[in-house]
Each structure stands twice: as C-alpha cells, then as structure tokens.
Nanobody
Framework: QLQLVNSGGGSVHPGESLVLSCAASGYSLADYTIIWFRQAPGKEREGVSCRSGGGITDYVDSVKDRFTMFRDNAKNIAYLRMSNLQPDDTGIYYC?????????????????????WGQGTQVTVSP
C-alpha cells in the first residue's frame, strides 16, 4: 500500500518561504498525481495544488505565482515550495496521491478519490 509522510512545516513571518515534503513508500510517485490540501482552524479543507507524474500542474488562485510543486523521483519525494507566505496561508497541510487516469489532468483536483494521505504538517504565518 502506498504511504505518504509529510514534513517541513514551521512558523514563519509574512513574506518568508517554506518547502514541504511528501515522502512516499510502497510505490513510485511517478505513477501518481500528487495533490496538496490545507485546513485552517474552523474552516473547510481546501485544495491547494496538483501535479501529475507527467508534469501537468494546477493551483488554487490564492497561491498561484507563489507556490510551486516539484518532485525528486530518485528519492520518491514530492515537494511544495511556498514563497511570500501570508497569514491566510496558515493551516495544516496534507499531501494526497491519486493513481487514477482522470487525475493526471489536475482538473477539479480537490474532488478526487485519493489512494493515500500524508499525516499533515503545520504551517503558521504570523507577524
């Protein structure tokens, strides 16, 4: 079974950056589309970004031009680089994986049926 482990969160000031990790075991991430979610206290879980094994990407409007997904297939790790972080970016961030063919297009990526989830990592952005 595919398993995902999240790491890399922390507490930063507005304008700073973090890189989150999604380390996979059991299967190669090259066979999966990776999706990042976040959830702030009292708010619904929000789909943030998507990247297929073939390099197709999509991002929610609030993070476009600030967040970037990339992979190191040799290490079997997917990453989310977050730049110019703002207080509204605060939340627990989770990665998820979907091996279905439809997921490769990253269309409506917050509404897939996912094969695995990371445990989440906390990101806090405050002045």
């Amino acid at each position: 079974q595919l398993q995902l482990v999240n790491s890399g969160g922390g507490s930063v000031h507005p304008g700073e950056s973090l890189v989150l990790s999604c380390a996979a075991s059991g299967y190669s991430l090259a066979d999966y589309t990776i999706i990042w979610f976040r959830q702030a206290p009292g708010k619904e879980r929000e789909g943030v970004s998507c990247r297929s094994g073939g390099g197709i990407t999509d991002y929610v409007d609030s993070v476009k031009d600030r967040f970037t997904m990339f992979r190191d297939n040799a290490k079997n790790i997917a990453y989310l680089r977050m730049s110019n972080l703002q207080p509204d970016d605060t939340g627990i961030y989770y990665c998820a994986a979907d091996g279905a063919e439809y997921a490769r297009a990253c269309i409506n990526f917050a509404h897939y049926e996912y094969d695995a989830w990371g445990q989440g990592t906390q990101v806090t952005v405050s002045p």
